[in-house]
């Protein structure tokens, strides 16, 4: 409950300031694959998610940005070292909403880099 507050007043700090705190989150989804359990980790920007990836020792060339949401996946032994490290545990809908987030903002640094392509799109 304490996260989800953390959360909340972030949003309230941002409307009422402008001031924009950045989190990276790591869900608790457990997926096990080739013989390893693993979750998800996202940012509330891509930017920040790339940098925490990177103190956390992860590869750029992991990330998946072709997904439903942007993400890296993490072992279980990286989540808590994320943890660790300053990340929060979050819930699925939060996860879900910063990849779309980080998906919106991808597309419109695609748009600025490449305003030729906006043009095949339609």
């Given at each position: 409950?304490?996260?989800?507050?953390?959360?909340?007043?972030?949003r309230?700090?941002?409307?009422?300031?402008?001031?924009?705190?950045?989190?990276?989150?790591?869900?608790?989804?457990y997926?096990?694959?080739?013989?390893k359990?693993?979750c998800?980790?996202?940012?509330?920007?891509?930017?920040?998610?790339?940098?925490?990836?990177?103190r956390?020792?992860l590869?750029?060339s992991?990330?998946?940005s072709k997904?439903?949401?942007?993400h890296y996946d993490?072992t279980?032994?990286?989540?808590?070292?994320a943890?660790?490290?300053?990340?929060?545990?979050?819930d699925r809908?939060?996860?879900?909403?910063?990849?779309?987030?980080?998906?919106?903002?991808m597309?419109?640094?695609?748009e600025?880099?490449h305003?030729?392509?906006v043009l095949?799109?339609?």
């Amino acid at each position: 409950m304490l996260l989800k507050r953390c959360a909340i007043c972030a949003r309230i700090l941002h409307r009422r300031t402008g001031i924009q705190l950045v989190a990276v989150y790591v869900d608790s989804e457990y997926i096990v694959w080739r013989g390893k359990t693993w979750c998800h980790l996202v940012a509330d920007s891509t930017d920040e998610l790339h940098a925490f990836a990177r103190r956390l020792g992860l590869r750029a060339s992991w990330f998946q940005s072709k997904n439903r949401y942007p993400h890296y996946d993490v072992t279980q032994f990286l989540q808590q070292r994320a943890l660790a490290m300053g990340a929060i545990l979050a819930d699925r809908r939060t996860i879900v909403e910063c990849g779309r987030k980080m998906r919106a903002e991808m597309a419109e640094q695609c748009e600025r880099e490449h305003p030729a392509l906006v043009l095949f799109s339609s």
